[in-house]
């Protein structure tokens, strides 16, 4: 028995949509992914030939008063550990003016200092002008040692920052009196025994 060939004629017909629609979507695939991978490799191209971004940096630390020599072991070699680890620095409103003071701890060396050439940290007041004013002796930070990190938080919350500084040896904890501080680590029970090695704080 012959099957009828206009029915075979028109199986195909009807098929032939679907194929059609297949290789529609299967092109729009294919446009769509070299579209975005055009697009890629131009953002690429874009980004690559850009110059790069130079920051340059001017040392001004005399021009801004800041003129105190950090002491930290033997000036020419450092025998132990503890001569090249450095020492901290803080960055805080000692005296609640809004603007930014700095503290810069000091260490020493082994072969020691007299009393009157023994290094100090320093305690740097901001003049508001990009400048600033040592005002270590006046706030009362005058302490020589072996100091490693310094912390600043308001422990009493009193509203002024006070300032814990680690040291080889006994640490200190500078309680802020309005501008000036006084040195309270023993009363607070956080200096230490004096046998150890603060090597920082945070």
Excluded at 90 to 117: E, Q
Excluded at 153 to 159: A, E, H, T
Aim: net charge negative; glycine share 12%; hydrophobic share 35%.
């Amino acid at each position: 028995m012959h099957k009828n060939p206009r029915h075979r004629v028109r199986s195909r017909r009807r098929g032939s949509p679907r194929v059609r629609v297949g290789w529609i979507l299967f092109a729009a695939f294919i446009i769509l992914q070299l579209a975005t991978k055009h697009a890629l490799s131009e953002q690429t191209i874009s980004a690559t030939s850009k110059p790069p971004v130079i920051a340059d940096f001017i040392d001004i630390a005399s021009t801004a008063g800041l003129s105190a020599s950090n002491v930290f072991g033997g000036k020419e070699s450092s025998t132990y550990i503890l001569e090249s680890t450095g020492t901290g620095a803080a960055i805080f409103d000692y005296d609640n003016d809004g603007w930014p003071d700095i503290l810069l701890v000091n260490g020493t060396r082994l072969d020691g200092f007299d009393a009157k050439s023994a290094p100090t940290s320093h305690l740097y007041r901001n003049n508001h002008d990009g400048t600033f004013t040592d005002v270590t002796e006046k706030a009362g930070l005058v302490a020589s040692g072996w100091g490693q990190g310094v912390c600043v938080g308001d422990y009493d919350n009193d509203g002024w920052d006070d300032v814990y500084v680690t040291y080889y040896g006994k640490n200190r904890l500078y309680h802020n009196r309005h501008g000036t501080f006084e040195e309270v680590a023993d009363a607070a029970g956080v200096a230490g025994d004096g046998k150890t090695w603060g090597s920082g704080c945070a």
